[in-house]
């Protein structure tokens, strides 16, 4: 496959000059394994590891690459495998807090131009789940657009449609039904010849679904059934990054069932800006919103401009972010630490020598 129909553009060009100086390929990585990635590139699929020196540099999983980041690798000619060296710059990417104790940064996709937020019309339908995502979006850099699924299942669309839209005011919002493809072709319009798009949202939200429909035949496997599974049926290699027939790249992620917010300062304030117009106008402008005189904030939720349901949203997410924060700067200065003594240590060593 050549490079720009997988999204190849000038600035990537711009970024691996010195990688081609040293004879390597641009490869962009389509699924992630444990510690094998699997990489289009000109010749072909690849199965690739990063080299010991790349592993040895990365503090965080963040240095490592994630599905939809490009690459400099040497191919190994006939066998299908390679050596990634480095990754090129991210313009956008996604990152949630992984599962487990310790709080470290996973990147669900990167390089993302457009990011279809999720949401199915059924009685999952959740605003505040909807806000928190759309932060997420905002931060990540990438554009989102708002998807409602499941159109089919839901007999008060418009009113969903509005509702949506009042919390996200300027963010396109499409309802679709892969049942009836109502709306398939308007969301197809964003993914344009070496665009990259990425489907974000809950499990079950029908994600899969509805990359199939735009992918026009079955090519990821749906209702929980992935290949790997005992019971799943083998279906064509899962990929989580696919070029459409028409052009343009999906980046399907593996849906959340909780969405744990890794940072997000920018887009709150973006996502929020109708809360935070208001706080700008109260008397203090360090005002807690709960019972300072002349706070703007109060106000609006007295006389019913501001739903009381949108500030508590706002209040919990800012909470959530505070306290993120603090544990990543904990967790920085711990690796930190962990650098300094293995630099100590190589040069301890090199001392002993005889
Ligand atoms: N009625 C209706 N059902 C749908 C629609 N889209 C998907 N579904 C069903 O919803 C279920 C979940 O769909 P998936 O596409 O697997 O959902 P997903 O978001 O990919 O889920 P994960 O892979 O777990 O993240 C399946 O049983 C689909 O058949 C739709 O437009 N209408
Ligand atoms: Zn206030």
Known sequence: MDLITLGWNEAFAKAFEPYAAKGHQAGRVYLEHKHLYRVYTEQGDVLAEVTGRLRHEAIGRGDFPAVGDWVALTVREGEG???????LPRFSKFSRKTAGQVTEEQIVAANVDTVFLVNALNQDFNLRRIERYLLLAWESGA?????????DLCAGVEQAAAEVEAIAPGVPVHA???LSLEGVLELAAYVTAGRTAALLGSS?????????RMFGSEIMATGGIREGDDKGKHTTTHRELVVLPQGGLLID???MRELQLWEGTEGLETSFRDVEELAESCRFHDCSHRKEPGCAVQEAL??????QARFDSYVKLQKELAYQLRKEDKALQLAEKDKWKKIHQAAKSQRNRP
């Not at 495998?81 to 990754?87: K, L, V």
């Not at 554009?143 to 159109?151: D, E, F, Q, Y």
């Not at 079950?204 to 199939?212: D, E, P, Q, V």
């Not at 007295?302 to 739903?307: F, I, K, N």
């Open 253 to 255: 992620t593996p849906g």
């Open 302 to 307: 007295q006389d019913g401009t501001l739903d």
């Open 204 to 212: 079950g939200a029908g994600k899969s679904t509805l990359i199939n």
């Open 143 to 151: 554009r989102p657009v708002i998807v409602l699924s499941k159109a």
């Open 176 to 178: 679709v039904s892969s």
């Open 81 to 87: 495998r390679a050596t990634i060296h480095g990754i």
